[in-house]
T-cell receptor, first 111, second 115 residues
């Protein structure tokens, strides 16, 4: 069965610094998607970045980038130049035969 | 603007009452989903529907019911059989269902409190 694990319940970063959120998953499928979603205090889930498993190149969206290690089944999110508005809960999600979310990581950004 | 609308945003219910949460989408998406979110437990799938007039149980379907009579609408009923219904409920949709369903689009959520 597929699983998604976010081992960091809480993280903090200084404004303008860089932080990396970890996500590991387990699957026997070869074709799937991975996503990072952000849930700010408003609680609306917002897509941050997506990665197709067949693509070797790591996805990048402005200050957000991923480190996708398919063999290691690792999908970490790097936030560069952190801003106060980045404070939120971040969820890693696996989409293949099933759609599975990790437990979430709460990110605090300190001014 | 296209999107997903959930209502009500906040709802209070007495024990023993059924309550229905509304979810409407104008994205022309085939698939719709209901998730429950509790502190420290991420999102857990309650029910999903890949096409009109068809739906499947998710991981925690007990005490819940759904219908999918129209493509745009996927209401969730929290019945009195649900033992711990106080939670935040999120509705989502995707262009298609099935494997590799792609990106989910979410509503703003409904907070249900049982008094």
């Amino acid at each position: 069965a597929q699983t998604v694990t976010q081992s960091q319940p809480e993280m903090s970063v200084q404004e303008a610094e860089t932080v990396t959120l970890s996500c590991t998953y387990d699957t026997s499928e070869s074709d799937y998607y991975l996503f990072w979603y952000k849930q700010p205090p408003s609680r609306q889930m917002i897509l941050v970045i997506r990665q197709e498993a067949y693509k070797q190149q790591n996805a990048t969206e402005n200050r957000f980038s991923v480190n996708f290690q398919k063999a290691a089944k690792s999908f970490s999110l790097k936030i560069s130049d952190s801003q106060l508005g980045d404070a939120a809960m971040y969820f890693c999600a696996y989409v293949g035969g099933k759609l599975i979310f990790g437990q979430g990581t709460t990110l605090q950004v300190k001014p | 603007d296209g999107g997903i609308t959930q209502s009500p945003k906040y709802l209070f219910r007495k024990e023993g009452q059924n309550v229905t949460l509304s979810c409407e989408q104008n994205l022309n998406h085939d698939a719709m989903y209901w998730y429950r979110q509790d502190p420290g437990q991420g999102l857990r799938l309650i029910y999903y529907s890949q096409i009109v007039n068809d739906f499947q149980k998710g991981d925690i379907a007990e005490g819940y019911s759904v219908s999918r009579e129209k493509k745009e609408s996927f209401p969730l009923t929290v019945t009195s059989a649900q033992k711990n219904p106080t939670a935040f409920y999120l509705c989502a949709s995707s262009i298609r269902g099935g494997p590799n369903t792609g990106e989910l689009f979410f509503g703003e959520g409904s907070r249900l409190t049982v008094l």
